[in-house]
C-alpha cells in the first residue's frame, strides 16, 4: 500500500505532519527500531517516566526542523530552496539512526565487539544497499541528492561544487540545533524535573540569518537564549548526573562487559542478537539494526540466576532495585581526586575482606559547558551571547562529575579515609570538600 500524508500526534509538538514520501522512510524496519532504544538509557531508575525513546525524538527534531527552516523563508525569502529545506528536515529524522541500545550509554568498544560511533554505523545503515531505509532514501532523492544529505550530515561546506550554507548546518549541529532542542524539552517533560524550562517557538522566532551565512539571534531574544542554556546546565545537574542515574549506567556496561567475557570463553550462552553485539567483529549494517533494548532486558532474569557473581549481582540490582552501592558523600571530587583515592580505597576494601572488582565502582561523566567564541550562540550585533548576559558567562565551565560507590555497610569508614588521605594543604586538590 502507498503510504499516505499523515499527521502524528506528538506528546511536546501536538500535530506533526509527515508528507507520504517521508512517512515511507518512517515506516522503515530500521526507523521503527528506534521505538525500542530508550532516550535516557537507564534513568528510569531515578525518574519512572523517563522511558521515552529515540523514535519520539527523531520526530521531535524532524518538526522543529521544518518550523525553522519554513521561519527563515519567511524572514529571508529564497535563501533555501525547497529542496535544501527537504534535506535539513531529513537530517534532523535521521541524525539518531544509528544508535545502539541504550543510546549513548553502549556506545562503547566494552560492550561492542565490532565497535564505531553512532554517527558512523548511521552512514553504514542509510547507505547499506540491504537496508530497507537505505532504499528508501535513495528512491526520495536519488544518489546526487542522498551524497549532498550526507555531507549536510558530516558538516561540509560543499558538495559536488555546490555550497551548504552555513545557517542548514547549524540547523543540525550546533550549540542552538533543534537536537538539543527537543530533547530538552522531551526529557525534562518526561523526568518531571522542575526547572524552569524555554520556549522553543520563541527561540526560532528570534534567530535570523546573518552576512556571514550563519545564524544570529535578535537582542529581544536572549531572554529566550537564557533560558535554554540554564535548561540544559540543569537538566545535567539534576538529570544526566543524578548519582542513581550514573550507577545504574555503570552496573549496565560492567554487565554487558562480563557477558561478553563469559560468552567468549564459553561460560554463557547468549542470543543470537547479544552474540552478534558482544562477540561478532565483523557486524554488519543489517545486524547492527535488530538489537534493540529489549534483547538486554530479556536476558536480565536469566543472568541474575548465573554463579558468576559480578554477572548475577548487576542484573539482580537492575532487575529488583535492592542492595545498590552507596556514593561517597564528598563534594566536588574530579577525576584527578578519584586517581589519587581509588588505589588507596582498593586496598582498604581488600583489607576489609571486600572484593573491588565487585563493590568498588567509580563512575564519571563530562559535558563541555557553553563554548562563546566557538561556534557559540551569537547576536545580531556580531558579539555571543556571553558578551551581553553575565547569566551565559556563569555557564562557561564544563560540567564534570565524578562519583565513588561502595557498599552502605563500609560507606562511613571509606568517607572517614578520604577525608583523612586528602588535606585541603595539597595545592591540586585544594578545596576538595
Known amino acids: 500500500m502507498k503510504p499516505r500524508d499523515r499527521v502524528i500526534r506528538d506528546e511536546i509538538h501536538r500535530d506533526i505532519f509527515v508528507p507520504s ?8 524496519p530500521e526507523f521503527q527500531r528506534l521505538r525500542s532504544i530508550q532516550q535516557l538509557s537507564t534513568c528510569e531508575y531515578v525518574f519512572p517516566a523517563a522511558t521515552h525513546n529515540r523514535f519520539a525524538h527523531s520526530l521531535g527534531a524532524y518538526h522543529l526542523a521544518g518550523e525553522l527552516a519554513q521561519h527563515l523563508e519567511e524572514s529571508h525569502p529564497g535563501r533555501l530552496s525547497k529542496e535544501d529545506e527537504e534535506l535539513v528536515r531529513l537530517a534532523a529524522l535521521l541524525h539518531d539512526i544509528g544508535h545502539p541500545p541504550y543510546s549513548h550509554l553502549l556506545e562503547t568498544p566494552r560492550v561492542y565487539a565490532t565497535y564505531a560511533s553512532h554517527e ?30 550526507f555531507a549536510l550530515m558530516d558538516g561540509k561546506d560543499e558538495h559536488d561544487g555546490v555550497p551548504i550554507p552555513r545557517f542548514m ?17 522531551r526529557d525534562q517533560a518526561n523526568t518531571g524535573a522542575q526547572i524552569g ?3 522553543s517557538a520563541r527561540v526560532i522566532r528570534a534567530l535570523r540569518i546573518g552576512d556571514d551565512g550563519g545564524l544570529y539571534v535578535k537582542q529581544w531574544g536572549l ?12 537538566m545535567y545537574q539534576q538529570v544526566y548526573f543524578h548519582k542513581v542515574n550514573m550507577l545504574t549506567q555503570s552496573y549496565l556496561v560492567s554487565m554487558l562487559e562480563r557477558a561478553r567475557e563469559l560468552a567468549a570463553s564459553g561460560d ?33 532474569p536469566h543472568w541474575a540466576r548465573h554463579e558468576d557473581e559480578l554477572l548475577s549481582g548487576r542484573a539482580q540490582r537492575l532487575l529488583s532495585r535492592k542492595d545498590y552501592h552507596k556514593s561517597l558523600r564528598i563534594q566536588h ?14 586496598e582498604a576494601m581488600v583489607l576489609a ?31 555571543d551571547a556571553a558578551e551581553h548576559s553575565s547569566l551565559i558567562r556563569s555557564l562557561v565551565q564544563p560540567h564534570e562529575h565524578s562519583m565513588i560507590f561502595v557498599p552502605a555497610a563500609i560507606r562511613d569508614e571509606m568517607e572517614s579515609n578520604v577525608r583523612e588521605w586528602i588535606k585541603p594543604s595539597q595545592s591540586s586538590l585544594a578545596q576538595f570538600d
Request: charged share 25%; net charge negative.
Open 333 to 346: 571530587l574530579t577525576a584527578e581526586m578519584c586517581e589519587v583515592v581509588m588505589p588507596r580505597i582498593r
Open 169 to 185: 548546518k547549524e540547523i543540525v549541529s550546533s550549540q542552538l540545533d533543534v537536537d538539543r532542542m527537543d530533547y530538552m524539552i
Open 21 to 28: 514520501h517521508h512517512a515511507s522512510i518512517i515506516d522503515t
Open 268 to 300: 554463557l550462552v547468549v542470543s543470537e542478537e547479544l552474540s552478534n553485539m558482544l562477540l561478532n567483529e565483523h557486524l554488519s549494517a543489517v545486524e547492527y539494526t535488530v538489537l534493540t533494548d529489549a534483547h538486554i532486558k530479556v536476558a536480565l
Open 223 to 234: 531572554p529566550a537564549i537564557e533560558a535554554y542554556l540554564v535548561t540544559r546546565y540543569h
Open 120 to 149: 558512523d554505523w548511521g552512514r553504514r545503515i542509510l547507505e547499506s544497499d540491504d537496508t530497507a531505509i537505505g532504499a528508501a532514501l535513495k528512491g526520495i532523492l536519488g544518489e546526487l541528492r542522498l551524497q549532498r544529505l
Open 197 to 199: 524550562g524555554f520556549d
Open 353 to 383: 575482606g571486600y572484593d573491588t572488582e565487585l563493590d568498588l565502582i567509580h563512575a564519571s561523566i563530562s559535558k563541555r559547558g557553553y563554548l562563546p567564541y566557538f561556534g557559540g550562540i551569537v547576536l545580531e550585533d556580531g558579539r
